[in-house]
């Protein structure tokens, strides 16, 4: 069965900084990745999704990158701030294409 | 606006009340699915549809019922609820299934059984 993880659980940063999150999965044969942002009391925002025959995603301050072959997917944040905050969820979704395989995600919390 | 409704947002009931929690979507979306989301645990699938009337389990279906008769709503149906059904529920739609496009999710069901 896919195995999703997400390190570290929960990051505090200062505003400003760039920062990167990391997910893992076990399986590598994958349709795609995705990245999404969970805000407490909403629902899940797709932020990027990266197609298993692409190496990275961007958009804004947000590039994605994916190396199927070690199992590995980056988030990487440029010039946090406050309003990043948030829930951050990689999902994998495989070749049947039906379902989405969620990590339990990374708590960012980026202070003023 | 383009959204997925679920009702109620918020709900308290007791041990084998029977309850539904409506999905609506407004996008004429093929594809449908219903995730729960516990602490530990993170999102898993319970159901997923890809049209009406095509329906199939995901993770975790045991207790949980749905139906597809229309393509704009996919109920989730608990006949008979337990304590272990408390959790967050979220319902996703898009065109294609997961595997073809990002999936738009509604604003979440907390659901808690006494």
């Known amino acids: 069965k896919q195995e999703v993880t997400q390190i570290p659980a929960a990051l505090s940063v200062p505003e400003g900084e760039n920062l990167v999150l990391n997910c893992s999965f076990t399986?590598?044969?994958?349709?795609?990745l995705q990245w999404f942002r969970q805000d407490p009391g909403k629902g899940l925002t797709s932020l990027l999704l990266i197609q298993s025959s692409q190496r990275e995603q961007t958009s804004g301050r947000l590039n994605a990158s994916l190396d199927k072959s070690s199992g590995r997917s980056t988030l990487y944040i440029a010039a946090s701030q406050p309003g990043d905050s948030a829930t951050y969820l990689c999902?994998?979704?495989?070749?049947?294409?039906?379902?989405?395989?969620f990590g339990k995600g990374t708590s960012l919390l980026v202070t003023p | 606006e383009a959204q997925v409704t679920q009702n109620p947002r918020y709900l308290i009931t007791v041990t084998g009340k029977k309850l539904t929690v409506t999905c609506s979507q407004n996008m004429n979306h093929e594809y449908m699915s219903w995730y729960r989301q516990d602490p530990g645990l993170g999102l898993r699938q319970i159901y997923y549809s890809m049209n009406v009337e095509v329906t199939d389990k995901g993770d975790v279906p045991e207790g949980y019922k749905v139906s597809r008769k229309e393509k704009r709503n996919f109920p989730l149906i608990l006949e008979s609820p337990s304590p272990n059904q408390t959790s967050l529920y979220f319902c996703?739609?898009?065109?294609?299934?997961?595997?073809?496009?990002?999936?738009?999710f509604g604003a979440g069901s907390r659901l808690t059984v006494l």
């Open positions: 399986d590598s044969a994958i349709y795609n």
């Open positions: 999902a994998v979704v495989l070749n049947s294409g039906y379902a989405l395989n």
């Open positions: 996703a739609s898009n065109f294609g299934g997961p595997g073809a496009n990002v999936l738009t």
